[in-house]
């Protein structure tokens, strides 16, 4: 699919105005195994057709543009990647603006878009890109800023949309990116083999909850045998939809690939109940006992 072989080794050092430089890979391969050029104006996505201009992007932000979409290429559809091309056009910024008043120009534009009556799906592409230039260190987003606002800001519900969900903290409002740091490099550092059957279990859940966004619901109707592995050596899980539209449709799955890490979780688990029903294969408690419930939660099969 690729139009010409590139060096997928290479990796550009982009420079802007004074800033620091941040790097990217020029070259990245999509979802649908299409190598792309990130150094030309624009890229048409294959097979849909899709075209990306890097020219209708304020030049302010066109390397900011070219690095998420060489980040986001092997994540999104490419249907996706249009469209976060449509959100980065929203960021028009004047040409003559000076470089010290970019970043409160962003900031400004974003909450007019985040008080308007765009589509949730819209505000939320916006979102998801400051937080991830924020992370990434790149010139003209505030961390502060999407701390204290854009993390916080609860856009309702939308024709055919879920609701924008936000983890609720009394008192205050989600964590910060800083305390998400801290959250994920303590998760991390955990050895489930050391957890309890309980522990474990919650591990689960909160890595379904991380991983594929799943309600308490989805993660109770899981099954073991929900985890499969396709030939070409990727982890999914049949998930049950969020939101069931109609009695008639009140069992509708979804096929969603997970990471290999909560896989391992899943096999880990799966085989710590199997060594406890194992054990006690005769005399399982037909009560709610607190040690089965859990095995229920979870349809073992």
Request: with cysteine.
């Amino acid at each position: 699919m690729p139009t010409k072989k590139l060096d997928k080794n290479d990796i550009m050092l982009v420079q802007i105005d004074q800033h620091p430089q941040f790097a990217y890979d020029p070259y990245p391969v999509s979802q649908s195994g299409q190598q792309l050029d990130l150094t030309q104006s624009k890229i048409v996505l294959e097979p849909e057709r899709e075209t990306i201009s890097f020219d209708k992007i304020p030049h302010q932000l066109r390397e900011h543009t070219r690095a998420w979409i060489s980040y986001a290429s092997h994540i999104y559809s490419n249907y996706a990647l249009h469209s976060h091309h449509e959100c980065w056009r929203l960021l028009s910024i004047p040409d003559d603006i000076a470089a010290e008043d970019i970043a409160e120009k962003i900031q400004e534009i974003y909450r007019k878009l985040m008080s308007s009556e765009r589509s949730v799906s819209t505000k939320s592409i916006l979102r998801m890109m400051y937080k991830w230039c924020v992370e990434e260190g790149l010139p003209h987003f505030d961390e502060d800023f999407y701390d204290y606002y854009l993390a916080s800001i609860k856009f309702g519900t939308d024709a055919g949309k879920g609701l924008d969900v936000i983890m609720e903290i009394p008192d205050r409002g989600p964590l910060t990116i800083k305390e998400e740091r801290i959250f994920i490099s303590t998760l991390n550092s955990i050895s489930p083999e050391t957890l309890t059957t309980h522990a474990l279990q919650g591990l689960v859940s909160l890595k379904c909850a991380q991983v594929l966004g799943m309600r308490n619901i989805q993660v109770m109707r899981l099954k073991f045998s929900d985890l499969q592995l396709s030939d070409k050596g990727v982890y999914t899980l049949k998930v049950l939809r969020a939101k069931q539209r109609g009695q008639a449709n009140n069992n509708v799955y979804k096929i969603r690939p997970i990471t290999k890490t909560l896989a391992k979780l899943l096999s880990l688990m799966k085989a710590r109940y199997e060594d406890i029903l194992g054990k006690v294969r005769t005399s399982i408690p037909r009560t709610k006992n607190e040690n089965f419930s859990h095995l229920i939660s979870m349809g073992y099969q």
